[in-house]
């Protein structure tokens, strides 16, 4: 499948945010979904992963600010932010697989090329 996230684009510091991830060329149905980001000048870190059956976990960078969500039928997974803050700052990247112990060490086949997100103090 192919990946393609958008709604980044620049948010003030409080703001929210909801990021798509659209998935081409095949269904989601059966994918565990992981939102990861990368600042300028840091490592990509997982922000949290959705299992097939809408089981999810977050990881700490999401620090009770996220909501994962998916639309089979839209064949989308969304990402909801809300209070941003100016370290929220990164381009964002989806990536699905089939195995969610994949998606919850990082390990995922499929990724989609990326959103930038850019928070304004």
């Known amino acids: 499948v192919q990946l393609v996230e958008s709604g980044g684009g620049l948010v003030q510091s409080g703001g929210s945010l909801r990021l798509s991830c659209r998935a081409f060329?095949?269904?989601?149905?059966?994918?565990?979904i992981g939102w990861f980001r990368q600042a300028p000048g840091k490592e990509r870190e997982q922000v949290g992963c959705?299992?097939?059956?809408?089981?999810?976990v977050y990881r700490d960078s999401g620090s009770g600010r996220v909501t994962i969500s998916r639309d089979n039928a839209k064949n989308t997974v969304y990402l909801q932010k809300n209070n941003l803050k100016p370290e929220d700052t990164a381009v964002y990247y989806c990536?699905?697989?089939?195995?969610?112990?994949?998606?919850?060490?990082?390990?995922?086949?499929?990724w989609g090329e990326g959103t930038l997100v850019t928070v304004s103090s």
């Open positions: 959705i299992r097939s059956d809408d089981g999810t």
């Open positions: 990536a699905a697989d089939t195995s969610y112990s994949g998606c919850l060490n990082g390990y995922l086949k499929h």
């Open positions: 060329g095949g269904s989601l149905d059966y994918y565990s």
